[in-house]
């Protein structure tokens, strides 16, 4: 099955006959304009890329808030895990501690990150289905006036969960706090506003709903806060102050080399988000999607993990079915067949599998995947 030599051809014909659409939620599925912007080579320091980078930050400001005079973006190399880390090791100061509100694999992560930087930490954990438990936030905060930052991850990839950041970001305020909030996978595909929010740091990355590659992530913050900064990080490479500092007062440059095409196709994604009519548009996109493919599946005897009121856009997991005769490496076998990847499941107390709908995906698809799962429903 696994031809080395057969998978390391690359053939664009078939490439472009075959589409092969990616269920999950980053790296998705791109469209031709974005993947076309990388046959073009760039020079990390040429001026017209690093005026790419420029527009790049500033748009990303745009949309994350009308208050954009007080926020910046910062770009870091590497996949989403290492913005998260970069803001982690880079915002806390020495004598400061965190609070990780955690309900799955991505707030483990943070909690995870602060624990190896030897950041002080608590964290409260609700467990996978549950969400983050408000009332223990504000116990927690009064109780522990040490604790100098709240961490919360926006849509909680592990489940879809979406957790509510509005409400956290009021505690969080309530009590003087920093505030980050991961929202790898929402910004771009939900509306929000981070000053609205009262966000200080928010986290993201090119191969979510912005629908770039994967390569790079980002960090939009508020710039007073960023300035205290200087000095703290834990790390040179992932210092988000110093990667910040450079690109700010050198135009754009990056401190080490930079994904120029992952970049380039970056930009055209974000091109592409406003010509599909914004953040509000692909939220409908989204929306639209996902109920199709809930819909369908329900009419195929699949049940969600959440209650709709707790589900978002983006990504779903559907429990296994009771059949014994179930298993989800087949099923991912044949949709891969047909043309569709599907997703494992990532929670330890049920047997899951995921469908994500962010990329260049839509209602149709899922009609399209939800005959497909019919036509194969070996478990029957
Ligand atoms: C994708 C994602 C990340 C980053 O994961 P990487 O594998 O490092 O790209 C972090 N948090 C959430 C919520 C995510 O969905």
Redesign the pocket.
């Known amino acids: 099955m696994n031809n080395p030599k057969e998978v390391s051809t690359l053939n664009i014909d078939l490439i472009e006959n075959n589409p092969y659409l990616l269920l999950t939620?980053?790296p998705l599925s791109t469209s031709k304009r974005v993947k076309a912007a990388m046959l073009k080579d760039w020079c990390t320091w040429d001026d017209d890329y690093n005026r790419i980078v420029q527009d790049i930050r500033a748009k990303l400001v745009q949309l994350a808030t009308k208050e954009s005079s007080l926020y910046t973006s910062v770009l870091m190399q590497?996949?989403?895990?290492?913005?998260?880390e970069s803001v982690i090791g880079s915002v806390i100061p020495r004598d400061g501690k965190i609070l990780v509100m955690a309900n799955?694999?991505?707030g483990q992560?943070m909690a995870q990150m602060a624990k190896m930087l030897n950041i002080s930490l608590i964290v409260l954990d609700s467990g996978e289905i549950q969400p983050p438990d408000l009332d223990l936030l504000e116990y927690t905060l009064r109780k522990e006036s040490d604790i100098t930052h709240v961490a919360v991850?926006?849509?909680?990839?592990?489940t879809g969960m979406l957790n509510p950041i509005e409400a956290v970001g009021y505690l969080a305020k309530k009590y003087n706090k920093t505030y980050i909030v991961?929202?790898?996978?929402?910004f771009g595909g939900i509306p929000m506003d981070i000053a609205d929010l009262q966000i200080d740091f928010l986290?993201s990355?090119a191969?979510?709903c912005i629908q770039g590659v994967?390569g790079f992530?980002f960090i939009i913050a508020k710039i007073d806060e960023m300035k205290k900064c200087a000095g703290w990080a834990r790390s040179h490479s992932l210092d988000l102050f110093d990667q910040w500092d450079k690109m700010e007062n050198y135009n754009g440059k990056w401190r080490f080399t930079s994904p120029t095409h992952v970049v380039r196709a970056f930009y055209e994604a974000l091109k592409e988000l406003s010509d599909e009519g914004g953040v509000i548009a692909r939220y409908n996109r989204y929306k639209t999607s996902q109920r199709a493919l809930v819909k369908g599946m329900k009419v195929l005897g699949f049940e969600t993990l959440l209650p709709d009121a707790l589900q978002s856009p983006?990504?779903t997991s559907f429990l296994y079915p009771e059949s014994e005769a179930f298993q989800f490496q087949t099923l991912y076998e044949k949709l891969k067949l047909r043309g569709f990847v599907i997703y494992p499941g990532k929670i330890t107390n049920a047997n899951t599998f995921r469908i994500g709908n962010i990329g260049e995906v839509e209602a149709a698809d899922m009609i399209r995947l939800v005959d497909a799962i019919q036509q194969e429903q070996f478990w029957k």
């Open positions: 939620p980053g590497g996949s989403g895990s290492f913005c998260v799955g694999a991505y992560r991850v926006h849509c909680e990839t592990t991961d929202a790898m996978s929402s986290i990355s191969n979510k994967p992530g983006i990504i």
